[in-house]
Every structure is written in C-alpha cells, then in structure tokens.
C-alpha cells in the first residue's frame, strides 16, 4: 500500500520525534511523577503506528528493522528475569532495590532496579502493540 | 539421603533431554542413551542392598506444599527396595530389548520419553512416603500407561485398548484418593509411616478406607472383576507389555496391598478379601488363559491369574498381624515370604516368556498358535528360553517357580488347617481352588511351548520364512532365563538380602527373627508336593485329551461378558451425557450469556434481598461540579447511542467518545497516570477498530424477533439495575479500613514517589509482571490467528 | 457524585449487556469494550472520588487519593487493549474464512 501524502509525512517526521521524547520522558520520569513503562511503550507505540500510517510498512521495516516479536518476547523476559533475579540472592520473588547516587551530570540520582523491570514492561508493550497492528495491516 | 529424590527426578530429566538428543543422534542410537538410565539407577540400588538387609531405612524429606503437610518424601525400606529393582532391573532389559524390537522407523522419540516417564512415575510410587505424592504418580502410571499402550494409535484396537486401561485404572485411583483422604481425616497425617502407628479400626471410616483402597489396588493389579482390561492392553508393543504390563504397573496394586498390609492387615475383612479376590482371579485367569488362541493374549491371562496368586498370598499372610507370636503366626509370615518370592520369580520367567513371544511375533510374522508349529529348529535359543519360562511358571523343577508354588500350596493348606477367623468353608475351596487353577496354570504352559515350538512346522500360513532374532534381541531373555535357573539353585541369595528386609516392612510389628527357615527345594513328602505331583499327572493328561474337553468353554454365555458389560455402559453413559449437554449447550453465544446473566442477577440480587445487605448512604458523597455533569450526560448519551447506530463507523466514534470522556473522567479524579495511558490507549485502539473494520462487511439490520429484543432489553436493564444496588450498598456500609494508607509510604518503602507507579513495579509486581505475560500471549494470538492458515488442501486432507 | 457515576456505570452496564445479546460480532466486541470502561469507573469510584491530591509525594498536600485501584486499572486498560485487539482480529478472521459476522449463521459451520 504506498501513500503519497507528502504534508502527512513532514508532519509525522517532526511530531515522531517529539513523541519519542516525551515517550523517553515519560517511561523515565515514571518512578517520581505521572509516567512509567506503560505509559512510555504506550506512547512509543503510538509514534511507531503513526509511521506505520504516514509511510509504507516497507520503508519503514527497512529503517528500523526490528522484529517486534521478539522485542515482545525480550520485554516479557526481562520482566520475569528482574523477578527471578532476586530469587538468587534469597528475598522474595519480584523484590527490588534502590539507592541513591551522585552522578556527575545529573547530581543526586536514585536508582532502583525497578527501572529494569519498568523497561521490560516498555518493551513487552511496544512489542505486542506493533506486532498486533503489523500483523493486521499486513494481511491483505 | 537425598538421592532417592533424585532417582525419582532422574528418569524426568532424561525423558526431557530425549527430544534434544532425538534431532542430534541419529535415531537408531537413542535407545542406547536411554539405556544408560535404568542402568545406572539399578546400580546405584544395588549398592543399598546389604545396609537395607540390616534392616536399614532412608528417609529424607523436602517440602513441597507444607501448608497442607504435603512433603516429598521418599522411603527406602525392604519392600521398596525390591519394586526399586524390578522397576530398573526389568526396565534396563526391556530397553535393551526395545532397541532391537523396534525399528528405527518407529517414532522412537515419543516411545521413550513415554517409557522413561513411566520408570520415574513408578519409582515415585514406590519410593514416596506421602500420601498425596504417591497418589500423583501412581496416576502418572495410569498415564504413560495410556500412552504406551496407544503408540500405535492408528490401530482402532490400540485406542479401544488405551481407553479401556486408563478408564479402568483412573476410576481405581480416584477411589484410592478417596481412602486417602478417609485415612488422611482418621489419622491427621499423611505420611505412610506415621499412619501405620497412628490407625484406630474402630473409626467409623476404618472400613470405608479398606474397601475404597482395595478397589484402587484391584482395578491397577487387573484383578477379578477388573481384568478385563489388561488383554486389551497388550496392543502396545512387545517390550511395554513385558514391562508395564507384566512386571510393574500391574505390581504397582500388590504393592500397595503389601504397603497398606501394616495398616489394614490386623482386620478380618482385609484377609478375606483380599485372599478371595486373589484366588478368584487366579482361577479365572489361568481357566481363560487355555482358550486363547492369540499368545500374548495368553500371556495377559496367565499374567491375571499370577497376579491372583501374589494377592492371595499377602492377604492369606496378613493374618499373621492379627496373631500372637506363636506357630500359626509363622505360617502366616511364610505366606508373605512366599508373595514376595513368587513377585519376583514372576517378573522374570514372564518378563523372558513376553520377550520370547515378540522373537516369535518378528521372526514368524504371527502370534496367532493355530499358524505357528514346529519353530524349535528354526529357533532353538527362543525355544529353550521358553521351555525355562514356561516350566517355571508351570511350577516344575529347576525353576525358581517351583519352589514359590510349593510355598503357595503350603499356605493354602495351612490355612485349611487352621480354623482361621472361624469360618470353615475355606477348609476345602482355598485349597481347591488353587489346585484346579494349578492344573489350567499347567496346561496353558505346556500350549505356550509345545503348540509354538513342536508339531508340524506350516510354511504355507506364515507370511515369510521364521528365522531366529538377532543376537541383540536375546540377550535379555537370556539374562532372564539364566535368573530362572539361577534363584532355583541360589534362593536363599534372594531370601536373605532382599524378601527377607521386605517381609519386616510388610510385617513390621512381628519379630521375624528365625521365623521363617531358609528356602529349600525338598521338603519331604508333604501335602504341598503331592499337590505338584497331581498337577503334573492330571495336567499332562488334560493336555493330551484338550480336544475333547475344549467344549465346555462354549457353556459361557456369549453375550453376558464382562467385557460387554463394559461397552455397553460405556456407550449408555455417553448417550445419557450427550442428551444433557445438548440440553443446554445450543450452540449460540446469546444463550451462554443468557444463563451467565440469569445467574447473576439471580445469585447477586437473591442474596441483597434475603441477606438485606442493602443499606444506602449517600452521606459521604464528594460535590459535584456543572462540568462533571455534563461530562457524565455525555457519556451515558453516547452509551445509550451505541446499540441504536445505524452505521459501525457511528458506533465505533461512539465509542471513541466514551474512551476520551473517561479519560477526562480521570484527570478529575486525580489520576493522571491512568488519564494518559487512557489517552493512548483509546487512540491506538480506534485505530485498530477502524483497520478491521475496513475489511468486515457492512453493518446489517438485526431482524431478531421484537420478543428476542424484548427479553434481551429486560435481562440488560435487571443486570444494570443490580450492579447499581450492589455499588450503592457497598458505599453505604464501610466493612473495613482502606489499606490505601500503607502504599503512600510508597517513598520509604520502594524508593519512588509516584504512588501508584510503585504499586505497580514493586508492592504488586507480580500482578505487572504476569500482565506483560498475558499482554504477550494476547499478541502471539493476534499474530497467529493472522499467519495460521488452512489452505484449501489443507482444508481437503482434513475431511478425509 | 459517587452515586452520579454509579448510575451511569449501570447505565452503561446495561448497555454492554444488551450489547452481548446481540447476533453481530462486532455489537458484541463494543459490548466488551464499553464493559471495561464501566469496570473502571466502578474500581474508581469504590476507591473514594477526589478524597485528595494527585498520588505522587512530594508536593504540598497530604492526602491523596486511593493509589490503588488506580494502579489496579491501570493494569486493566492494558489488558483490556490486548484482549479487544484479539476479539477484533478473531471477528476478522472469522469474516475472512465464513463470509459472515452473524453468530446465528456461524452455528454448526464446522461439521460443513
């Protein structure tokens, strides 16, 4: 399906990126304010779809060649794995730990394993919503 | 000692490699590998053997669900350590056997993953201590079972086979869970051991527990009137049934009598059932065994009758619990002596006569005894292993079964010696009867050899020229034959480091030192040796004159077999079930909903009105602003809209509007997070709405009946109206606290500040977690629906 | 206003059930859709409405809303997104194979 809609596309170029960055914003942000790794895939998905729509699956498939799949398949992985991960050190299933460092850009910032999970969630979202909508727009 | 639990787990592990080796190592090989298993566990045993002889035991215990006392707990004792070496001692040689007897074409992957799930299931039987444990792999029996004796399953006779075993053995088993829990509430423990101290005979449930355990151990043992299934088991392949079908599975029912012996035994009605069924089947197995003209349908008989006689034995030995110390204990213990004997002997001149008969089955291309004759110089290895089962388990000399038959025939005439329990019509019939079943026990053994291996040799109905298997395949027979012979010289070998250990599991509040005197072929001219000598005589003679009297076999009503009786109410039962299920399943999604919906309205509405639960209070009502209003005006219009749009595209907006008016809804309820994911959300799923629907047809008038839309338009109101009341009463009377307090912590504890971000990544993780999960699974089953297609001769081969 | 959403979640309760009764696929799929948002609205207001401030800390109030059915629907739109994107995909596919979305016809396809 090729779509020749040039204002769709100079439009959707410039507004992706300010998607992703306020996807990146949010996913980050999500530990002290409205955010988190749902949010954050969400809204990454949504700027992925919104590509999908502007320009041809093709093209885009050929720019970021990922197999959504398989980022679905990470994130889930990644969220079970942070899980497991503390069965190792002999605490409760899913525990997680946090502290606080002086960063040299950032100053004081906390850091939690949370942010691990958060990002196995991001992508597990990504990855299904993308591969949904793929799946179904492909099959014509 | 923990390796027990390992042995359990090993063969698992090994049928969970099988599939990984299956694609790396070419097929022929496999077998090879799984080999290496039994073998090693067979050794691993073995080395217990003098310790466990000292009357040692191992015990070790990892818990598994505690909050119900049930632990993974092995024993290894006497008795367990015997069936521990059947299971790896007849599993090696039946591997090893199966190798050659299956070719390579065969899926061999699925035949020894099922094969080693079986030895696993059956150890954990014999090892686990808990009751629940051991009920789990005694069902795990079943299972492989099942799958082993439809592994040929395009055959119509495998799967009637299959089902049958399963559904046999399965009702057993579930009648066994029963007892357990019967036994389980008398003694508050679930453990064997405890159980054994713990028993009172007096409770009520005493005999409820018996008669449900017995029939458990009846059903998985094929005794009268539960045989019926075992012929039909032997469509599996050759090296199950003398595995599954003769050695183990089948022992798994005696073993249990033996196991359950400590906690039952003491009671009368334990002795006479147990020896009466026992010998019962005894009879009707070997009278059966000589009409059969297929072999392996013979040897399932003679394997029926065996095991009678096994039961008899350790139900007529049972009554040594309820003795003094004093002589008569003594004859009663030599009975259990003598069960065990005779379970071991049996596995092997039964394990060598089934090998035997799939040499034949390959060799001859039949089973059937009217085709075969005069194989003896075609196959003389076959033909002397034959003669040395099958004279063993005629009870001749020097077979290891003589000396566990005339050990038999003592018990039964002690027992007519005895006025045991006071009832003394077992004077003559114990007797009786295992003298006659003797005789048929005789005369099918003599059919098995000389029908197969003399007479005149007929070419013309064989499909090819029988020749004598490949060395590989009789090794394991002859190993067999070799023990046949071996114990009849050495028995006192077995006698003290194995049946001796395993009697005092068996018997354990007796001291059995010296009790019972060391196994000796001659005894003198007692009753039990001229009971032989009339077998022998009177046996040989039936033989010889078998034309004349193979009439009598016609007096047995045709149609009034147990076997019919089993269709039959197999066939009612699914009549009856499938009239009720199309009662009520139509096949149309409204009527499901329908019921789901009656029953909540019924349920959750019956029980605000009888119970009164509902109280309104409307007090704590937070004010309401002009905005909100008509915000929630909107959002009931366009839900009151969806039904009555005429296009989807009206609908689908409809809805749209109703997924951005709840994301207003959420930022003025204070929850941002949820405002934005709502956002996304709706989007992205509109999108979604209108991709499908650019491919699905226009939106057609629903021309239902005005009484269907009536109905439908009440059920929907009453569902609403009591979702209504039941929301209303709950805000009316606070039952408790709201925990909510706990998660504003939220900093100190999980070290965020965005409350509900850290319910969702760390104080309820799990949830988030297993969400991902399902959000995963929901999008492989988009992706498959989608790819997965049948195409149209897919759809074609499918029909046929 | 608690007892205003509590209405309108029986309204649209209503809707959805009546929705489900329906022959049309795609009225049923809605029907779940506009269940989930009554779910939501019922979790919420269960929870107590506009009991305080938006719940992250750090700011000047101290009372805050009930965090947690929040968090608890925030799970379910997830979910729900997944479970209508396979409903649609299933209605599809169904659509593609039989030409029809009316559940009346559907009805014993399979022995065909």
């Known amino acids: 399906m090729k779509i020749n809609d040039v204002i769709l596309q100079t439009v959707t170029k410039i507004v992706v990126f300010i998607i992703l960055t306020m996807a990146v914003y949010l996913f980050i942000s999500g530990h002290n304010s409205p955010g988190g790794g749902f949010i954050g895939g969400l809204v990454l998905a949504s700027a992925l779809v919104l590509l999908f729509l502007a320009f041809d699956t093709e093209t885009i498939m050929k720019r970021i060649p990922l197999d959504f799949k398989m980022v679905a398949a990470v994130g889930a992985f990644i969220a079970v794995a942070t899980g497991a991960a503390s069965l190792f050190l002999d605490i409760p299933f899913l525990s997680h730990a946090y502290s606080y460092f002086n960063l040299p850009v950032f100053g004081k910032t906390g850091l939690a394993t949370v942010t691990i999970f958060e990002l196995g969630v991001a992508l597990g979202v990504v990855g299904v919503v993308v591969t949904i909508i793929l799946s179904i727009s492909e099959d014509v | ?800 | 206003m608690e007892t205003l959403i509590i209405i309108l979640t029986g309204v649209l309760v209503s809707v959805a059930t009546y929705l489900f009764l329906s022959r049309n696929v795609i009225r049923i799929i809605l029907g779940t859709a506009v269940l989930t948002h009554a779910g939501h609205l019922l979790i919420m207001t269960m929870g107590g409405l506009k009991t305080g401030g938006v719940p992250v800390l750090g700011e000047e109030t101290t009372t805050f809303t009930d965090a947690l059915p929040q968090a608890l629907i925030l799970t379910s739109i997830v979910i729900s997104f997944a479970v209508t994107a396979f409903l649609l995909v299933l209605a599809y596919r169904l659509y593609q194979e039989s030409r029809s979305d009316n559940l009346y016809e559907l009805r014993g396809m399979l022995n065909e």
């Open chain 2, 1 to 800: 000692m923990l390796s027990v639990n390992l042995a359990i787990i090993i063969p698992f592990l090994a049928a969970a490699l099988v599939p990984l080796l299956y694609t790396k190592i070419s097929r022929k090989h496999i077998g090879w590998f799984v080999l290496i298993v039994p073998v090693t566990l067979f050794v691993t045993l073995a080395r217990y053997i003098p310790s466990v002889a000292q009357g040692e035991t191992y015990f070790s215990s990892v818990a598994w669900i505690p909050s119900y006392g049930i632990h993974f707990t092995t024993y290894l004792d006497g008795l367990s350590m015997i069936f521990g070496l059947l299971i790896t001692g007849i599993g090696s040689l039946v591997i090893l056997y199966s190798i050659y007897y299956l070719s390579a074409e065969e899926s061999l992957g699925h035949f020894y993953i099922y094969l080693l799930l079986f030895m696993g299931a059956m150890l954990g039987v014999v090892f686990s201590d808990n009751l629940m444990v051991f009920y789990a792999f005694w069902e795990l029996t079943s299972i492989s079972s099942f799958l082993l004796i439809a592994f040929w399953y395009h055959r119509k006779r495998s799967r009637y086979g299959a089902k049958k075993a399963l559904l046999t053995t399965v009702v057993g088993g579930i009648a066994m869970l029963t007892s357990f829990i019967m036994i389980y509430v008398m003694t508050g423990t679930m453990s064997i051991r405890e159980i054994i101290a713990a028993i009172d005979p007096n409770h009520m449930l005493f005999i409820p527990a018996m008669l449900l355990l017995l029939l458990g151990a009846f059903t998985k043992s094929a005794q009268f009137p539960f045989h019926i299934w075992l012929p039909d088991a032997m469509e599996a392949p050759t090296p199950v049934s003398a595995y599954l079908h003769s050695a183990t599975m089948v022992k798994a029912g005696i073993y249990l009598v033996a196991r359950f012996t400590p906690i039952f035994g003491s009671h009368e009605a334990w002795f006479w059932l147990v020896s009466s069924v026992g010998l019962i089947t005894l009879f009707w197995g070997s009278f059966n065994a000589v009409r059969q003209t297929d072999l392996k349908a013979l040897l399932a008989y003679s394997t029926i009758s065996q095991l009678g006689l096994v039961m008899s034995l350790f139900g007529i030995g049972s009554a040594a619990l309820s003795m003094g110390a004093g002589e008569e204990t003594v004859i009663y213990a030599q009975a259990t002596f003598a069960a065990l004997f005779h379970l071991v002997n049996h596995s092997t001149f039964k394990g060598a006569l089934f090998m035997v008969i799939g040499i034949v089955n390959h060799g001859a291309g039949t089973r059937d005894i009217r085709r075969l004759g005069g194989l003896m110089s075609l196959m003389p290895i076959s033909f002397t292993i034959a003669l040395i089962g099958s004279f063993s388990m005629a009870g001749l000399p020097p077979f290891n079964g003589f000396l566990s038959k005339e050990m038999f025939f003592e018990a039964v005439v002690s027992v007519s010696q005895s006025g045991i329990f006071s009832l003394h019509i077992s004077k003559v019939l114990f007797p009786a009867i295992a003298w006659i079943a003797s005789v048929f026990t005789f005369i099918y053994c003599m059919i098995i050899v000389f029908k197969t291996f003399l007479g005149p040799y007929q070419p013309e109905k064989l499909d090819h020229e029988a020749h004598e298997a490949p060395a590989g395949m009789l090794v394991s027979p002859i190993i067999l034959a070799i023990l046949v012979v071996g114990i009849f010289f050495f028995p006192n070998v077995l006698g003290d480091y194995l049946l001796r250990p395993a009697m005092a599991s068996i018997l354990p509040s007796l001291q059995l030192e010296g009790m019972v005197g060391p196994i000796s072929a001659w005894h003198g001219i007692n009753p039990a040796f001229l009971m032989t000598v009339g077998v022998i005589i009177i046996g040989t003679l039936l033989y010889l004159s078998i034309r004349r009297w193979k009439r009598i076999y016609s007096l047995l009503p045709e149609k009034w077999t147990l076997d019919n009786l089993y269709n039959n109410s197999l066939i009612q039962m699914e009549r009856i079930s499938n009239r009720i299920t199309s009662f009520y399943m139509t096949g149309y999604l409204r009527s499901y909903s329908i019921y789901i919906f009656l029953f909540f309205i019924a349920a959750v509405g019956g029980t605000l009105l009888f119970t009164g639960a509902y109280t309104f209070d409307l007090s704590g009502d937070a004010p309401i602003s002009l905005y909100e209003i008509v915000l929630v005006l909107i959002m009931m219009a366009a839900g009151l809209a969806i039904p009555l749009a005429k296009t989807r595209v009206n609908a689908i907006l409809l809805n749209g509007a109703l997924g951005y008016s709840m994301a207003l809804f959420f930022v003025v309820f204070r929850a941002p997070d949820l405002a934005l994911t709502q956002l996304v959300v709706e989007t992205v799923s509109t999108a979604l709405f209108l991709l499908c629907f650019y491919y699905l047809p226009e939106w057609k008038k629903e021309n239902s009946p005005r009484r269907t839309k009536r109905n439908n338009l009440i059920i929907s109101i009453a569902v609403g109206a009591i979702f209504v009341l039941v929301a209303l009463s709950v805000r009316g009377g606070k039952l408790f606290e709201t925990i909510s307090g706990y998660f504003e912590d939220a900093y100190e504890l999980a070290g965020g500040k965005n409350i509900v971000n850290a319910i969702l990544g760390d104080f309820r993780a799990f949830d988030t977690m297993l969400e991902v999960i399902v959000l995963f699974i929901g999008g492989l089953g988009v992706y498959t629906l989608i790819k997965l297609k049948t195409t149209k001769e897919e759809r074609n081969l499918e029909d046929q």
